[in-house]
């Protein structure tokens, strides 16, 4: 074998890893839409005749709070309005000084329902801030609450959020029900990437042997909370959700995911801004969720040497470097492969979000952002995260420096600043 059929050998044998797994993610996609489908189309009998929902156990939702964020009078206020017959609500912080705090004194103040409860955590000394202030608003939740919810402060619910969300804790096997954020792509950009990054996540949560809860919309059953005990895997974590994840399949147990929960979050985002969240999030899976971040870097580089093998093999052909034109023009098909398959993938994504997101929280801008990112932005950005995020285990979340020493252990470097004075709007929410 000669050096030219060695490459031609070599390309071919990362352009058909690639199709393979492009060919299972292409299925997967499928198989993603035809749960969304299902899962919309059973959404009817949830309720009963009077319209209400038929499932209704009493629910405490959990909100910590961390400053006054951009969406947060929104997610206050949206709350008031859940189609729910009994839910209480705690707002968590770590201080009094926080000017979140007296925010939403200020919102809810003369609410008659929901009821609401302020929770003062104290300052995390080994543990994440956000870990350490839901478990203070877990030990004062009121002992006829049945579900513990717990939403994130930038998450603005729809009316129907909490009925869905609980829905599926009726089963004996169900541990918990989570939700998504979909980031939409208006805004920029940055938005658009972001938006790209983000969608490969959404289409593996029907997978109930690879999905995880998601700390900004996830639902469990109080006694179960109890029995697996994820009070004690909290304990020195930063990470809620990965660590709520093991305990629930330590249960043995499964994570429903329900689409009708799925939250579309269209604020901006700056590249800065983006790529320091992304790298947060990197890091954390890497300690916190290994599995999930080996897979991520394996799947993701196959798929994209396959791609830019075939390409670059086209390209030199088509320049006259390297190899015949028949190899040229077997490189351009391989390559349109690869970009079908992706493409695919992305195009039943958007079927499947259609079915539970409607305008303005999904729009055609996400549809070109979902599609062309996937086949030339999310693999590189991927990638970039993954390779500057090996050798590192410190973030900066919120105020507050941490090392991630391992999933149950996390230790607080420093406070980076105290939480600067911020006005309340003058806006009052309405009950």
């Known amino acids: 074998m000669n050096v030219e059929q060695a490459i031609y050998l070599s390309v071919f044998v990362l352009w058909a890893s690639a199709t393979i797994q492009g060919i299972v993610s292409l299925w997967a996609g499928f198989r ?118 717990f939403l994130d402060s930038d998450v603005v619910p729809h009316a129907d959020w909490l009925g869905h969300l609980v829905a599926p804790l009726s089963e004996e096997g169900v541990g918990a029900a989570t939700g998504y954020r979909w980031y939409a792509a208006s805004g920029g950009p940055a938005a658009g990437v972001r938006c790209a990054w983000n969608a490969a996540t959404v289409s593996l949560l029907d997978d109930e042997a690879r999905n995880f809860c998601w700390g900004g919309s996830t639902a469990i059953l109080r006694r179960r909370f109890e029995a697996l005990n994820v009070a004690r895997y909290w304990e020195h974590a930063l990470s809620d959700d990965l660590q709520l994840t093991r305990a629930v399949r330590d249960g043995g147990l499964k994570i429903r995911f329900v689409p009708q929960a799925l939250i579309s979050s269209p604020q901006g985002t700056t590249f800065r801004e983006f790529w320091g969240f992304a790298r947060r999030q990197v890091i954390i899976t890497r300690i916190c969720g290994r599995e999930v971040w080996w897979s991520g870097l394996v799947l993701c580089a196959n798929m994209f040497t396959g791609g830019v093998a075939v390409a670059a093999l086209f390209a030199v052909g088509l320049l006259g470097w390297f190899g015949s034109e028949r190899a040229t023009y077997a490189a351009l098909a391989g390559w349109v492969v690869i970009t079908v398959l992706a493409a695919g993938k992305a195009v039943l994504r958007q079927m499947a979000l259609r079915l539970v997101l409607k305008p303005p929280d999904l729009s055609r801008r996400d549809l070109w952002w979902d599609v062309v990112g996937t086949l030339f932005l999310a693999g590189p950005v991927h990638l970039n995260l993954i390779f500057s995020t090996l050798w590192t285990r410190r973030i900066t979340w919120r105020n507050t420096e941490y090392e991630l020493i391992s999933p149950e252990q996390t230790r607080v470097i420093g406070r980076v600043k105290a939480n600067a004075p911020q006005p309340i709007p003058s806006t009052t929410t309405q009950s």
């Open 32 to 149: 993603f839409f035809q749960y969304v489908r299902k899962m919309a189309a059973q959404a009817a009998d949830l309720r009963g005749p009077d319209g209400r929902f038929v499932y209704q156990p009493r629910v405490a939702i959990i909100l910590p709070c961390c400053g006054v964020d951009e969406k947060l009078e929104q997610t206050v206020g949206a709350l008031a309005r859940l189609d729910y017959d009994d839910y209480q609500i705690v707002f968590t912080f770590e201080s009094e000084d926080d000017p979140a705090y007296a925010a939403v004194g200020c919102w809810t103040e003369g609410w008659q329902r929901p009821k609401i409860r302020r929770i003062v955590a104290g300052l995390a000394q080994h543990r994440g801030q956000k870990t350490h202030n839901l478990l203070a608003a877990v030990a004062a939740v009121s002992n006829d609450r049945e579900t513990l919810v």
